[in-house]
């Protein structure tokens, strides 16, 4: 049987009665994959990567669900048994970070640790010395290690948000959802940022997720991207097979508004990955496309 890394079937979610954000999402995302989610503010972007976290929950009387790794941790709107053990699995990176100012570094990347030890243990703090040493290895991976012993709040956005990922390391997560996480960078913290989740999901084989505005980032760095508009995914696809006008359609924008890298015009040098069939108006967005050619 095959294994999956996320599983949605028929996931809404709504914050107001009869409004939903999420309309009926299905979805799934192999072990080992690195996806692009895009979308304009207010797709649905971030309230996906949250269910997906269990951060929040999804609507209820909808028969929806959430699997992470083939395990159920939202049934119907209601947590599983296996919630707690997977969420062990997942680590989540924030736009704003997410770090304890008042820690130090080293301490905010050992609490990725806390999910793996005991009730008493993690309320007291009392880190093992193999702790320690993954968390120092985690952040010796994204070259912040001279920084262990410094305040979180003495450091830059690219520095904390290079902690956030060590965190992520140092938990040891099969699954990586990162929300925005260059969203308030510079461009050169965000390539960084972005190059470190590639090496990531290259390396160690972890499944990363990651919502986007910057299209440029998405097209570099991405071999599947899936596109979120009003709540309802779009198009699920190879990068290659995006056009200028739909992804203008995506974001309202007037045709020819958004230039695309040459690169992967022409294919990329990447291996492409699924096939995405339109559904509807081919080449528009006012159609959907899935992959594989299963039903939308």
Request: charged residues 20%.
């Amino acid at each position: 049987m095959r294994t999956t890394a996320i599983h949605l079937s028929n996931v809404y979610k709504s914050f107001v009665s009869h409004q939903a954000v999420l309309k009926g999402i299905d979805l799934t995302i192999e072990p080992g994959e690195m996806v692009a989610l895009i979308g304009a503010s207010g797709s649905g972007k971030s309230t996906l990567i949250r269910s997906v976290s269990s951060l929040e929950l999804i609507d209820k009387h909808t028969e929806g669900r959430i699997s992470l790794f083939d395990q159920p941790v939202q049934l119907n709107g209601r947590t599983t048994a296996y919630m707690r053990s997977m969420r062990r699995n997942v680590g989540v990176i924030f736009q704003q970070f997410n770090l304890v100012s008042r820690l130090s570094l080293l301490t905010n990347v050992l609490a990725g640790r806390l999910g793996r030890m005991s009730g008493w243990r993690g309320l007291t703090g009392q880190f093992s010395t193999e702790d320690r040493i993954k968390a120092l290895q985690a952040l010796e991976r994204v070259g912040m290690a001279e920084y262990a012993h410094q305040r979180a709040s003495t450091l830059s956005g690219g520095q904390q948000q290079r902690g956030a990922i060590a965190r992520a390391l140092c938990q040891e997560a099969r699954l990586i959802l990162a929300d925005e996480p260059i969203a308030s960078l510079d461009p050169a913290s965000a390539e960084i940022v972005m190059t470190m989740l590639c090496e990531i999901n290259q390396k160690d084989g972890t499944t990363v997720v990651v919502s986007l505005h910057q299209i440029d980032h998405a097209f570099k760095h991405f071999k599947r991207i899936v596109a979120l508009k009003d709540g309802a995914v779009i198009y699920d696809g190879p990068v290659a097979q995006i056009g200028q006008d739909d992804l203008a359609g995506l974001y309202g924008l007037e045709e020819g508004a958004l230039a695309l890298p040459s690169d992967k015009r022409d294919g990329g040098t990447k291996a492409p990955g699924p096939k995405a069939i339109i559904v509807g108006d081919p080449g528009r967005f006012g159609g959907a496309l899935v992959a594989n050619g299963a039903a939308p």
